[in-house]
């Protein structure tokens, strides 16, 4: 990571308060130095709104009216190569959710045609738009969700029979010209643009002012045609412009290396009035008698991250050393309330004013100010590591596949005959989803996809209908997802205006093996409670892993700093359980 993009790290992530710090460590302390980074505990957290969360946002606000019996009804349609068979979900006269079972079509443009599915929950209709690039396979989504409600057959015919050009599936917009800077400073910049299959990322390099040599170093693009675009790479080279024709039979990897290219350019770019690039500057490493403090750590130069927990939650910062000297503290993350966070920032002056991490905490504002000096402390340790030969990266934990492994136990004891065959087809995609992880290396999976997969494949088996064999069930609660719903109401400080909070609880044999779509309607300011109560903390439970550890409500710690949350979530889970209870 460079410097320009610990920079844009900052303004997403930090409040103004960090960014005024921020910009003045920056601009004074590190004019035209190139810090080596090394990112042991940080991780890069981009927010980009998908059409699943605006299908969440929305979902609500729609309501769906279908007339059939809640259940799963499988339907089959007709995509670019073959067919593509759904299960979709019904439950009070609403879609509530479409799994895909199958489907032959390439899976990059599959892929991006699954964005209907978002589409159609979310309006709660099947007259929605395709997505572009992926008009055949979003027409076979589409018409697989109408055969398993209707019973409605497409023609059957394949968009390859109606296209001889496989790469035709719908047309990307080109990119205007734009005007190229007067010069470039020389360097390493990394940039982003979008390709077909998503986010694509290159590596350009300038020496003596030039473009020297490109490199796509993340894509998420068919090969094939990527390699097709990589050619228009040597023409952005040779004619120093990233104003160059797109390569044809790959529109969108050709823009999208564009558009990466020039994103790094952008931060290169030296402007008519930027001669104080290389001006000598003011150390900020002063007291406030302008005495200037050297620092005396004997580590290697450059950007170092840590964490540390802060009041409601982590706070992450960058360490910039330079000479033995910390150069610059940046706040890349934190959650914690904005007037307290701005109050604790005055420990980062004072470890700037005396290079050293010894230095008081900010009255009123301690839980913060220890998190932000914790965090130092943490880069610094970082700092050593690398100094002292050690791994720049954390060792990999391995993710824990014990309650996934588990749950697949149980399914595979199931017996496929007892069930309806369009429930049981949900089973099998959620478990053939969970064995993948389960054969995987453990250090090449992250915990958030076993969470997922674990939720998944409990919310199918939670789903499964039996057959009627005549006998009568004596559970207290019916298997299911029920909706919850309690007033989050606030304690004597009175920090809050009431709001109405609800969940999604996945009940299975008299147990809540799942919670989720944690939300309330409130103001935004009450997410941030919400994740605490419901997540927890680095050194606490949050309530939904309790309750899914228990099976019941009883016995479940409140989260220290968001009380008045857990208790609400704690309520809606009754009432949901009060929804599955047998009449």
């Known amino acids: 990571m460079d410097k320009e993009k610990v920079i844009k790290k900052i303004k997403q992530g930090a409040p103004a308060a960090s960014a005024i710090v921020v910009a003045a460590c920056i601009g004074v302390s590190l004019s035209g130095y190139q810090a080596p980074v090394y ?30 019996a809640d259940g799963i009804y499988k339907g089959t349609g007709t995509g670019y190569a073959g067919e593509v068979t759904v299960a979709v979900t019904i439950k009070d006269k609403q879609i509530t959710a479409i799994d895909i079972l199958s489907s032959s079509d390439d899976a990059a443009f599959f892929n991006r045609a699954k964005a209907v599915v978002d589409r159609i929950i979310a309006g709660q209709t099947l007259d929605v738009d395709v997505v572009s690039g992926a008009t055949f396979s979003s027409n076979g989504i589409i018409s697989a969700v109408k055969n398993a409600l209707t019973g409605e057959k497409d023609s059957g015919e394949t968009g390859e029979s109606q296209s001889e050009n496989a790469a035709a599936q719908g ?27 998503g986010t694509l990322k290159v590596k350009v390099v300038i020496s003596g002012g030039k473009i020297t040599s490109i490199e796509v170093v993340e894509n998420h693009d068919d090969s094939s045609y990527l390699n097709r675009a990589e050619a228009l790479i040597g023409n952005i080279i040779s004619s120093q412009s990233t104003n160059v024709d797109v390569i044809s039979g790959a529109t969108y ?12 350019l952008r931060q290169a770019a030296v402007s008519g009035n930027s001669q104080s690039v290389n001006a000598k500057t003011e150390d900020t490493s002063k007291t406030e008698d302008n005495t200037t403090v050297k620092g005396n750590f004997p580590y290697k130069e450059g950007i170092y991250y840590g964490t540390a927990e802060g009041y409601n939650g982590e706070i ?37 004013k005396k290079q050293s991490t010894d230095v008081d905490v900010v009255s009123g504002a301690t839980y913060s100010s220890n998190g932000l000096i914790n965090a130092v402390k ?17 060792d990999k934990e391995e993710a824990d596949t014990s309650e996934l492994e588990k749950a697949m ?30 054969d995987a290396d453990k250090t090449e999976i992250s915990q958030e996809d076993v969470d997922q997969a674990l939720e998944n494949l409990n919310q199918a088996l939670a789903l499964l209908e039996k057959k009627d064999d005549g006998k009568d069930d004596t559970t207290v609660y019916k298997n299911g997802i029920y909706e919850g719903r309690a007033l ?96």
């Open 39 to 68: 990112e042991a505990q940080a991780q890069t957290k981009e927010t980009k709104t998908t059409d699943a969360e605006e299908a969440k946002k929305t979902e609500s606000k729609v309501k769906g009216s279908f007339d059939l």
């Open 488 to 583: 989050c109401r606030p304690d004597e400080d009175e920090d809050f205006t009431a709001y109405n909070l609800t969940l999604q609880v996945t009940v299975r044999d008299d147990k809540i093996v799942a919670v989720t779509d944690v939300k309330g309607d409130g103001d935004s300011s009450n997410d941030r409670y919400i994740l605490r109560a419901a997540n927890g903390t680095s050194n606490k439970k949050g309530v939904t892993s309790q309750l899914i550890e228990k099976g019941n409500t009883e016995g479940i710690d409140v989260v220290s700093g968001a009380t008045c949350t857990s208790k609400a979530i704690l309520d809606a889970c009754e009432n949901a359980l009060l929804s599955a209870k047998r009449q």
């Open 316 to 352: 992450e910062a960058a360490v910039v050393l330079q000479d033995k000297s910390i150069k610059a503290v940046l706040v890349t993350e934190n959650h914690d309330d904005e007037k307290f966070f701005n109050r604790a920032m005055d420990v980062v002056k004072n470890i700037m």
């Open 171 to 197: 047309s990307a917009l080109s990119l205007a010209d734009v005007q190229d800077a007067a010069a470039y400073k020389d360097g390493t910049y990394y940039g982003t643009g979008t390709g077909f299959g």
């Open 378 to 394: 943490n880069a610094l340790k970082e700092a050593e590591k690398v100094t002292n030969g050690q791994t720049t990266e954390p």
């Open 253 to 264: 990897s050709s823009n999208g290396i564009k558009s990466a290219v020039r994103d790094a």
């Open 409 to 438: 136990k149980e399914a595979e004891e199931l017996k496929q005959e007892d069930y309806t065959e369009a429930t049981y087809a949900v089973l099998k995609t959620r478990m053939e989803d969970a064995q993948k992880l389960l």
